[in-house]
């Protein structure tokens, strides 16, 4: 299905499953859902009425160049939509940037938020890119270049890389193959818009750590144990007021590399609720 957005984007949305109702975040900046809905929708379906949302500018729905990609215009966004499927109360799940997008949207609209489910999740975009670059060095064999003012082109640098090398992929996968298959999935990828902005966002470098203290939704905080591409340790910066913290082994993207873990994290908290 598509929703309009109020300043009349059309954005995709799918919906499989039964129970409680849940938003699906995805990250990027400028990915899409495609992909965890692939690979983990089945294992959410019966305990969970799945709704998985491609963000404006990514994927399957629309967003040019000139529109609108702020942490605020996103968030009103996942409000239109919670308005008009009329949803009075839902959970959130996120991934990777998705938790800046989650956690942003909770801060202003707690009431709606049941729970908040954080999955490999960056509250800070400035380091997760130092996490990314540490690593990169260590991949390619280099010494650690210093941060500074150009921390983004020291990153693109590294990057390009990994990329020419073929190893960035190490950054979110212990496997190779899963690489292959989100990649594949990918191809079909129509709108881009979102991630072609992203470095230029100011919103999306805000530190929103800082937010996280204002928040006393039950929040479920799963972290993995070789996640570089956002820092292994970066969860203990956050200070939501009634979180929970569960360590999953494997890297970025549990969703296809540990389903089976995840499940039975993500099933054993909604049972608490």
Partial sequence: MFIETLDRLNLHVTHSGKGMKCL??????GAWSKDFEVFFGDYLSEALSMYYLDQRGCGRSEGGKESDYSIDAIINDIECIRKKLNIEEFIIIAHSFGGVIAT???????KYVKALILINC??????????QIKQGCKILGIDNIEYNRNLKENWRNIAFKLIKSDLYYKLQYTDYNNYIKVKNIDKDMLNTSMSEQSFSNGSYFYDYTSLSEYIDTPTLIISGEYDFAIGPDHYRSFKFKN??????????NPY?????????IIKDFIISL
């Fill in 24 to 29: 699906y975040i995805h990250g990027g900046p």
């Fill in 104 to 110: 942003a949207y909770t801060k202003k609209y707690s």
């Fill in 122 to 131: 960056t509250l800070n975009m400035e380091e997760a890119l130092k996490s």
């Fill in 256 to 264: 296809i590399e540990n389903p089976i873990e995840l499940e039975a």
């Fill in 243 to 252: 979180s929970i913290v569960r360590n999953i082994k494997g890297v970025h």
